[in-house]
């Protein structure tokens, strides 16, 4: 069983002279469980919105999408899927413990369960010691760490991320790279993330899907059958770099 089914979406909004503006033109792809995929593509081909529609927090205006062999408008187990957003989205007035917590706080879970969850979540991303720490006294790795606590505390079986490592340095990055794979085998999770960065593609994917826009189209999937660590100045690595940002630099095929 796959860990996500996308069969043939298409996705519309708003207007665009007089007609609404199309998005998204049938996307087909499937996940397996403990994969990682990367979804790449140009400013506008839709990468954020298909995410969104896996999610669930996008409806499709064509096609649909299946989690774990249930379609998605039937699926009830949300906490097997979370969302780390590109912002770390940290409640100030809250430590790094109950901003963990949150998540875990909407159910029915007995109190000593939710800090047995997020003392081990934060042990696991490496901050146990700043569990009392409010966000204005984390540095920007640190907050990625506890954004993602918050994403792993309900013990999910799908993550899905936009961006979420966008803005730290390229040695915080890299640390939080090696974290997310340590985690996610650890955890036999299944990652889905969007890029603008090619080279964070290949470093972290089992499989590039490359999108085309205007409307956002599959234009390639890419396996990348490279062993892991991936060292970025790897002759291996920036071989497939320099593969994917040719195909992303020819012209788009008319739809």
Known sequence: MNAVEIDHVGKWFGQ????????????????????VVAIVGAS????????????????????????????????RDWRAMTYMFQEDRLLPWRTAAQNVAFGLEAGSMPAAERRRRVDETLDLVGLSRFRDAFP???SGGMRSRVALARSLVTEPSL??????FSK??????AQMHSELLRIAALRAMTLIFVTHDV????VLADRIVVLQPHPGRVRLVQEVALDRPRDPLSEAVTDQVRRLRLALSEEPVPC
Not at 61 to 68: E, H, S
């Open 136 to 138: 204005h006294e984390l």
């Open 168 to 173: 730290l340095d390229p040695t915080i990055r």
């Open 159 to 164: 993550l899905l991320l936009d961006e979420p």
């Open 44 to 75: 506008g081909c839709g990468k954020s919105t298909l995410l969104n529609i896996i999610a669930g927090l996008i409806e499709p205006d064509a096609g649909g999408v299946r989690l774990f062999g249930t379609a998605a408008r039937e699926f």
């Open 199 to 202: 080279e964070e593609a290949v």
């Open 16 to 35: 665009r002279e007089g007609a609404p503006l199309h998005v998204l033109q049938d996307i087909a792809l499937t996940v397996p469980q403990r994969a």
